[in-house]
T-cell receptor, first 107, second 117 residues
Framework: GIQVEQSPPDLILQEGANSTLRCNFSDSVNNLQWFHQNPWGQLINLFYIPSGTKQNGRLSATTVATERYSLLYISSSQTTDSGVYFCAVRNTDKLIFGTGTRLQVFP | DTGVSQDPRHKITKRGQNVTFRCDPISEHNRLYWYRQTLGQGPEFLTYFQNEAQLEKSRLLSDRFSAERPKGSFSTLEIQRTEQGDSAMYLC???????????????FGPGTRLTVL
C-alpha cells in the first residue's frame, strides 16, 4: 500500500519563527489533505490540495503530485499553532495518514 | 450546519463489555468513514459507507467490530467483548460525492476516546 512519510517528526519554535513541514508519498494519489490536530484530538482541516499552491492567512501549502510530495508553510508562528500536523493522501476511497509532525511554539 | 458530531466523547469500560459509539455526519454528506487512532500514530481507516451501503472494511476491523448506517444518516460502531488493545480514539468523518462520482474533502468529528480497563 501507499506509504506516507512526514518530516521532521518534531519541531520546536519560538513565537514569530517560520517553518516548513514536508510530506512524501510513495505512489500516485487522487488528492491530499493537511490537518492540524489540537490538544483535545480534534482534526481541523487546513488544506485540500491535490496539486498546486493554496494560501490561507499565515499558512500555505504546495503539492507537486508528479514528484510525490507536499509542503506546509507556517509563517510568523503563534503558540496556538502548537499541536500535531498530519498530511493524508487518498487512494481510492480512504485517507492514508502520515505519522505527523509535532510542533511546539514557545512565547 | 454544526459539523460532524460524535457521542459519547469519552468511554471507560471493563474488558469483556460491549460498547457502542454514534456518529452524525454533516447533513448533506452521503459518505461516512470510521478511523481509529492510537497514541502517537496517525488515524487508520476502519470502514466506510456510501448512503446505507458499507462499501469497504479494513482488515483492522475484526469480527468483534460491527458498523451500521441503517437509514443513510447517522452511523453506529459497536465493539463486542472489548480488549485492552481496543483502547484508542475512534474518529468519524464525512464527505460528499465529488463530480463524476469522485471523492471530496473529508471532515472529522471530535472523536470518542475509549479506555478499556
Amino acid at each position: 500500500g501507499i506509504q506516507v512519510e512526514q518530516s521532521p517528526p518534531d519541531l520546536i519554535l519560538q513565537e514569530g519563527a517560520n517553518s516548513t513541514l514536508r510530506c512524501n508519498f510513495s505512489d500516485s494519489v487522487n488528492n491530499l489533505q493537511w490537518f492540524h490536530q489540537n490538544p483535545w484530538g480534534q482534526l481541523i482541516n487546513l488544506f485540500y490540495i491535490p496539486s498546486g499552491t493554496k494560501q490561507n492567512g499565515r499558512l500555505s501549502a504546495t503539492t507537486v503530485a508528479t514528484e510525490r510530495y507536499s509542503l506546509l508553510y507556517i509563517s510568523s508562528s503563534q503558540t496556538t499553532d502548537s499541536g500535531v500536523y498530519f498530511c493524508a493522501v487518498r487512494n481510492t476511497d480512504k485517507l492514508i495518514f502520515g505519522t505527523g509532525t509535532r510542533l511546539q511554539v514557545f512565547p | 450546519d454544526t459539523g460532524v458530531s460524535q457521542d459519547p466523547r469519552h468511554k471507560i469500560t471493563k474488558r469483556g463489555q460491549n460498547v457502542t459509539f454514534r456518529c452524525d455526519p454533516i447533513s448533506e454528506h452521503n459518505r461516512l468513514y470510521w478511523y481509529r487512532q492510537t497514541l502517537g500514530q496517525g488515524p487508520e481507516f476502519l470502514t466506510y459507507f456510501q448512503n446505507e451501503a458499507q462499501l469497504e472494511k479494513s482488515r483492522l476491523l475484526s469480527d468483534r467490530f460491527s458498523a451500521e448506517r441503517p437509514k443513510g444518516s447517522f452511523s453506529t460502531l459497536e465493539i463486542q467483548r472489548t480488549e485492552q488493545g481496543d483502547s484508542a480514539m475512534y474518529l468519524c468523518a464525512s464527505s460528499s460525492t465529488g463530480t463524476s462520482g469522485g471523492y471530496n474533502e473529508q471532515f472529522f468529528g471530535p472523536g470518542t476516546r475509549l479506555t478499556v480497563l
